[in-house]
T-cell receptor, first 117, second 111 residues
Framework: GAVVSQHPSWVICKSGTSVKIECRSL??????MFWYRQFPKQSLMLMAT?????????EQGVEKDKFLINHASLTLSTLTVTSAHPEDSSFYIC?????????????FGQGTRLTVV | EDQVTQSPEALRLQEGESSSLNCSYT??????LFWYRQDPGKGPEFLFT???AGEEKEKERLKATLTKKESFLHITAPKPEDSATYLC????????????FGSGTRLSIRP
């Protein structure tokens, strides 16, 4: 299957700082990328959908000014958690969609464990 | 409201003991149903996509089936390495990007 690389796999940051997470599709062009958040023993919650060259679409309840998403190219999307707080600690996962019906064949990155201290 | 419900929440089997995981859904206009495997601390690994009722797909010891209301993931003669959380997700509605995940089934296979 297609490969999606997410970096870093884990990060610890101080409260109030910002953290950037990268999501790359290595062997295909992803017109759409998705960002999810997962709490322990819970399922994935879609945060936002990003399309290359346009603004991301955020799910209800997700603060767009806090979770900045940039989809600069067909192979790279970034999620920046701004002014992070301990409650932002979570497992963040990206996925990339191929084809017109984005997410029909969606492949996930390895995830990023964010810990805010 | 679109919903995806997986059962059981957790399942412990003996090696070789076949069983099935359930994914029930209520969505408007199903575009596709997906099964993923997730190991602890890792992202989901794509297994199957099913598009219409009656469709079946197989991969090694796993077989996924779909009806108009639910999907089953059958696991035949499982091995300890099949232990993982299995996630079901649906893509529905007019928005091609909307995808809803179930809460998952934590499968544990004892040797």
């Amino acid at each position: 299957g297609a490969v999606v690389s997410q970096h870093p796999s884990w990060v610890i940051c101080k409260s109030g700082t910002s953290v950037k997470i990268e999501c790359r599709s290595l062997d295909f062009q992803a017109t759409t990328m998705f960002w999810y958040r997962q709490f322990p023993k819970q399922s994935l919650m879609l945060m936002a959908t990003s399309n290359e060259g346009s603004k991301a679409t955020y799910e209800q309840g997700v603060e767009k000014d806090k979770f900045l998403i940039n989809h600069a190219s067909l192979t790279l999307s970034t999620l920046t958690v701004t002014s992070a707080h301990p409650e932002d600690s979570s497992f963040y996962i990206c996925s990339a969609g191929t084809g017109y019906h984005a997410n029909t064949e969606a492949f996930f990155g390895q995830g990023t464990r964010l810990t805010v201290v | 409201e679109d919903q995806v419900t997986q059962s059981p929440e957790a399942l412990r089997l003996q090696e070789g003991e076949s069983s099935s995981l359930n994914c029930s859904y209520t969505v408007s206009g199903l575009r596709g149903l997906f099964w993923y495997r997730q190991d602890p601390g890792k992202g989901p690994e794509f297994l199957f996509t099913l598009y219409s009722a009656g469709e079946e797909k197989e991969k090694e010891r796993l077989k996924a089936t779909l009806t108009k209301k639910e999907s089953f993931l059958h696991i035949t003669a499982p091995k300890p390495e099949d232990s993982a959380t299995y996630l079901c997700a649906v893509q529905a509605g007019s928005s091609a990007s909307k995808i809803i995940f179930g809460s998952g089934t934590r499968l544990s296979i004892r040797p």
